[in-house]
């Protein structure tokens, strides 16, 4: 399951994927415009709320991690300010 930081800094629209969302990634600078990408806030909603449904999603099977050189759908969930943003990636 990937997940991604996403800069929302006004202008800025940096992304970065990376394989979970960890704590010690809180505060993490954009390299682009210096914005925290993943705020304390945005955390304690991603564990209590998303998390748990990752998991699910998992276990479902609905959650297909993208194969090199493969066809495969990637769901991607950030969440930022009450926003909530799912997306499938096809391949390519
Ligand atoms: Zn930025």
Redesign the pocket.
């Known amino acids: 399951m990937s997940a991604f930081l996403q ?1 929302d ?1 006004h202008g ?1 629209d ?1 992304r970065e994927t990376v394989d979970e969302i960890r704590e010690d990634q809180i505060g993490r600078p ?1 390299p ?4 925290s ?1 993943l705020t304390r806030a945005d955390y304690d909603v991603y564990v209590a709320r998303f998390k748990p449904m990752l998991d699910v999603m998992k276990v479902l099977g609905l959650a297909v991690e993208p194969t090199p050189g493969a066809e495969g759908v990637r769901t991607s969930i950030h969440y930022h300010d009450g926003v909530t943003t799912i997306r499938e990636h096809g391949a390519g």
């Open positions: 800069c800094a800025c940096h954009c682009n415009c210096g914005e990408l």
